[in-house]
């Protein structure tokens, strides 16, 4: 964890150039994070709710936050936390609370060109805390790429790579996002993405709506659901974003 968070600090160091202020981008609703970075002295607030099936058991994110904020040209501060819950019909298990905070940064690293894609960095760690039933047993790191391509003036599209190291078993995630813009704000995607642990392929499909009703406003709705036995069985949200 030492040396991710020197090489994030190294490549802030190098005045990596920004996404210039205009339009928010988001990392929400897909799966596939941004490869733009909050500009310096802007915030970015963003909020969802997700209900995910997993056979009896029910899974419910009321309040999916993440803050994103510009400290540096080409360098943003991230903070994430969760409200949870998690039901079981088939026991009557029931228990909610706040999930583990997630810190981190995102670094610009690499701006389009032609077929070159954007690329950025995002370097975080989950820490051992919030409600027992959801904390980890120690501090998890992780790092992700990742890559942007502007197809057409309409067609986009996003991909990560990242892995993440908890105690037992180092874990590896994909995404693979296509937007299309169909009409001034209005933007549809379609996402297939995945996590490889423990030699257990979990794979997912998702899919929705993005509204940016504003430069500085957007709401989405989304959905999807699981590909592989180990994945939920389906799953819905919806969220809102608003820039400073």
Known sequence: MKHLLTL????????????????????RPTQSAASNVVPKGSALIEYGFIHESVGDVTNITFANFLA??????????RITQNYLQVKDDASDFDVSGLSPITLGTKV?????RGAIPQVSIIGQVTFANGNEA???????PEVRLS???????SLSLGYNIG???????TQTLYTLVLGYSFAPGW????EPYGFFYDGESDQRFNTGLIY?????????????????????????????????
């Open 187 to 190: 933007t549809v995607f379609a």
């Open 108 to 112: 610009h690293l690499i701006e389009e």
């Open 212 to 244: 940016l009703c504003s430069d500085k406003v957007q709401f989405d709705i989304s959905g999807g659901f699981g590909l592989s036995d180990i994945s939920p069985d389906s799953f819905i949200g919806f969220g809102a974003a608003i820039g400073f």
């Open 163 to 169: 892995m993440t190291f908890p105690e037992e078993s």
């Open 134 to 140: 959801f904390k980890p047993s120690q501090s998890i």
């Open 68 to 77: 994103r904020v510009g400290l540096l040209d080409g360098l943003e501060f």
């Open 8 to 27: 994030l600090f190294v490549l802030s160091v190098l005045g990596i150039s920004a996404q210039e202020s205009g339009p928010i981008v988001t990392d």
């Open 147 to 153: 890559f942007s391509n502007s197809l057409t003036e």
